[in-house]
């Protein structure tokens, strides 16, 4: 007898693969348990398809519906879910896409539908209550290279080598033109999302490297040396005080250096 693990994998298999073979023995009652388990399946394929379409809305306006929705269908195929949360589920689509046959003339394909990817997080996030700088007077000198910050939950770095940004803008405004040519542009974007509202900012290299790193975890004094290795005009003292005086830093962590 099999085992309900060796069931439920033999189940997987058929509605995620196809894979009927295997579990066709346990399909009783019924005229048509093979179909039965065919409207399984293609509910599955369908719930995921309309998940991956709902989170690039942007995506589909560049490419065109039927191209993104071909795309997602062979994605859906390929790459099944490996966690319960269907809201997380096309994290690796934009990968997914810049692989793909057919798009090689957008070139920044995969960076504006990462940035699609994200917009949908910041579209409902909620900021936290800010930290004021003066808590930082809590902690020694000696110590604050060891602080890590934690940024506001709706913010999202990104860089790219095609402004992305004019990109999304014209999206977000409805207000496209037929045909839009972009020419190569390195950027560096700082994304906030609050309650619906978005807000876009271009930011110099040095202070990108610095938010970046401490939005990622990275204690103070490491996040101020990658940005001073690709801006000799980094001030991080200055850069500091902007984190705070624009209200991204949620929480402060000294637990591994210790305050004064």
């Known amino acids: 007898m099999l085992s309900l693990a060796e069931v439920q994998s033999r189940l997987r298999n058929a509605v995620v693969s196809g894979d009927v073979a295997a579990v066709a023995p346990l399909l009783v009652g019924g005229q048509d348990p093979s179909?039965?388990?065919?409207?399984?399946?293609?509910?599955?394929?369908?719930?995921?398809?309309?998940?991956?379409?709902?989170?690039?809305?942007?995506?589909?306006?560049?490419?065109?519906?039927?191209?993104?929705?071909?795309?997602?269908?062979?994605?859906?195929?390929?790459?099944?879910?490996?966690?319960?949360?269907?809201?997380?589920?096309?994290?690796a689509f934009p990968a997914f896409l810049a692989a793909r046959p057919g798009r090689e003339g957008v070139a920044y394909l995969e960076s504006f539908s990462e940035m699609d990817w994200q917009l949908g997080r910041l579209s409902v996030a909620v900021d936290?209550?800010?930290?004021?700088?003066a808590v930082l007077a809590a902690?020694?000198?000696e110590t604050l290279l060891d602080v890590v910050l934690?940024?506001?939950?709706?913010?999202?770095?990104?860089?790219?080598?095609?402004?992305?940004?004019?990109?999304?803008?014209?999206?977000?405004?409805?207000a496209a033109p037929e045909q839009v040519t972009l020419a190569e542009s390195p950027v560096r974007i700082e994304v906030r999302g609050a309650r619906g509202k978005l807000r876009f900012s271009r930011i110099a290299s040095g202070d990108f490297r610095f938010r970046l790193a401490v939005s990622q975890g990275t204690p103070l004094g490491a996040a101020a040396e990658r940005a001073a290795l690709?801006?000799?005009?980094?001030?991080p003292g200055r850069a500091l005080a902007a984190l705070f005086s624009e209200g991204l830093v949620s929480d402060m962590d000294v637990t591994l250096s210790g305050a004064v």
């Open 35 to 91: 179909g039965r388990l065919g409207i399984h399946r293609r509910h599955y394929e369908a719930s995921l398809l309309a998940a991956i379409m709902g989170r690039f809305p942007a995506t589909s306006w560049l490419v065109g519906t039927p191209w993104l929705e071909a795309a997602a269908a062979d994605f859906v195929r390929q790459c099944p879910p490996t966690a319960p949360c269907i809201a997380d589920y096309g994290r």
């Open 128 to 133: 936290l209550p800010a930290l004021d700088v």
């Open 139 to 141: 902690v020694s000198p």
């Open 150 to 174: 934690t940024v506001q939950p709706g913010t999202y770095y990104a860089e790219a080598i095609w402004p992305i940004d004019e990109l999304i803008g014209l999206y977000l405004s409805d």
């Open 230 to 235: 690709c801006d000799r005009s980094f001030d």
